[in-house]
Nanobody, 123 residues
């Protein structure tokens, strides 16, 4: 079993930055595929970014060039640095993990999910 806990959400003005953190526990972190998704009311959960260790990272089209995923295996933590934030980035952001060799860009790729953290961007 894996437990994931997101933090770092909040309210920021458009053009600002936030860094989300996701702390993992329960299994060996360094071999996990980690992902970030977001969701707004009435919409499907949207892929944001994935870190697949030696298989590299990938980003959703809506955040390419603005968001960066990274991980610190010593701290069992994955980060999402969000720059140039827009009002349309407002959502609940979720961290996810799996130990399967997946592509990492769809909801079904992941087996474990955090509770989410709210990010609100004002115009």
């Amino acid at each position: 079993q894996v437990q994931l806990a997101e933090s770092g959400g909040g309210l920021v003005q458009a053009g600002g930055s936030l860094r989300l953190s996701c702390a993992a526990s329960g299994r060996t972190f360094r071999t996990a595929v980690m992902g970030w998704f977001r969701q707004t009311p009435g919409k499907e959960r949207e892929f944001i970014a994935t870190d697949r260790n030696w298989r590299g990272v990938a980003y959703g089209d809506s955040v390419k060039g603005r968001f960066t995923i990274s991980r610190d295996n010593a701290k069992n933590t994955v980060y999402l640095q969000m720059n140039s934030l827009k009002p349309e980035d407002t959502a609940v952001y979720y961290c996810a993990a799996t130990y399967r060799p997946v592509v990492g860009t769809t909801i079904s790729d992941y087996d474990y999910w955090g509770q989410g953290t709210q990010v609100s961007v004002s115009s």
